[in-house]
């Protein structure tokens, strides 16, 4: 009998075959099916939201409230008169969460340690996938964060964002289509460093990762946990006035590269405790263009912008 988690693998590995540039692992992972509801266990090191306070420290003091200045002292909550009207706090679906809290499959004999240019909570695992054993160093991200970072994306597709309020269930299943993708690629997984066994067809191997990229990939080395292609991230880049080919330089346009490498990380630190992800969001923007296209000035029906989304999504 297939189980949910078999299905997802087989999908993933169909994905896999047809969909990835390189024959690396850096694309995602076909063993992403962990039992669902199993909950999502990494990340747990997540500072608390702050949910848009602004600028400074918590606790503004009366003394400089009302001097039309935010400085360090005040945030949007001890002083709306100086730093404005907080930011309503993201609201994930629940089904949004149930399509991403399946528990990543590294995550099986961990303990904490640390790791050079991760400021955060860190695990060491220890694991079998497939009958082969390796050990990552893991940064994963927990389902109700990366929810977050899902529907903050999604505000960069026109056309799902405004099924929100009109169409509530064809909104969640378009959300839920970008969470499904996320977890065919990485499981939500992001190594920091160290082996992920991925099964791309020709049976079971071991991907060296450093700082969310496979380190023999060529052309592809997407970043971990959405596969961001670097060319991906300079388009976005450039739709916010940054230039394309510089940004190319920085990153290199082939393989496992210091430039790419340590964007893919300095990321995953920025969007941590944060609402935002900005490869998230590249990637929502990339796949904006063909929804935009298949979906002119809001011709498509509910359930054909989600039928978009999916397509757009690689689904």
């Known amino acids: ?38 909950g999502g266990t ?3 090191g997540g500072a608390p939201d702050v949910g848009g ?4 420290a918590t606790g503004g003091t009366p003394d400089t409230c009302g001097d039309s200045v935010c400085d360090g002292a005040e945030t949007c909550r001890s002083c709306e008169q100086d730093c404005g009207v907080c930011e309503p706090p993201i609201e994930v679906p629940a089904s949004l969460v149930d399509t991403i809290d399946a528990q990543p499959y590294v995550e099986e004999d961990c303990s904490p340690t640390t790791y050079e240019g991760w400021p955060y909570d860190a695990q060491s695992c220890t694991y079998t996938a497939e009958g082969v054993t390796a050990t990552v160093i893991v940064a994963n991200p ?59 067809g020709n049976g079971p191997v071991v ?8 380190t023999t990939c060529s052309s592809g080395c997407y970043c971990r946990i959405n596969s961001l292609h670097r060319t991906q991230w300079c388009e976005y880049r450039a739709s916010l006035g940054d ?8 990153v290199g346009d082939s393989g496992y590269t210091e430039g790419w490498a340590a964007q893919c990380l300095s990321n995953h630190v920025n969007a941590w405790t944060s609402d935002a992800n900005e490869h998230f969001r590249a990637r929502a923007y990339v796949a904006n263009l063909e929804i935009d296209a298949s979906c002119p000035d809001g011709q498509c029906s509910p359930d054909g912008v989600v039928d978009a989304v999916r397509s757009a999504y690689g689904l």
């Open 1 to 38: 009998m297939l189980t949910v988690a078999n299905t997802i693998a087989l999908v993933a590995a169909l994905l896999f075959s047809t969909h990835c540039g390189d024959s690396d692992g850096s694309g995602g992972s076909s063993t992403a099916g962990a039992p669902a509801g199993a």
């Open 42 to 44: 990494g990340g747990s």
């Open 53 to 56: 306070e602004g600028t400074g």
């Open 142 to 200: 927990a389902p109700e964060r990366v929810g977050r970072w899902i529907v903050d994306a999604a505000s960069y597709i026109p056309a799902l964002a405004a099924l929100k309020g009109v169409d509530d269930g064809a909104y969640e299943e378009g959300l839920s289509a970008i969470g499904l993708a996320m977890m065919y690629q990485s499981s939500r997984i992001f190594p920091l460093s160290g082996g992920i066994v991925e099964d791309l």
């Open 207 to 214: 991907y060296d990762f450093e700082n969310g990229i496979t």
């Open 243 to 250: 230039d394309y080919d510089g940004c190319i330089a920085d």
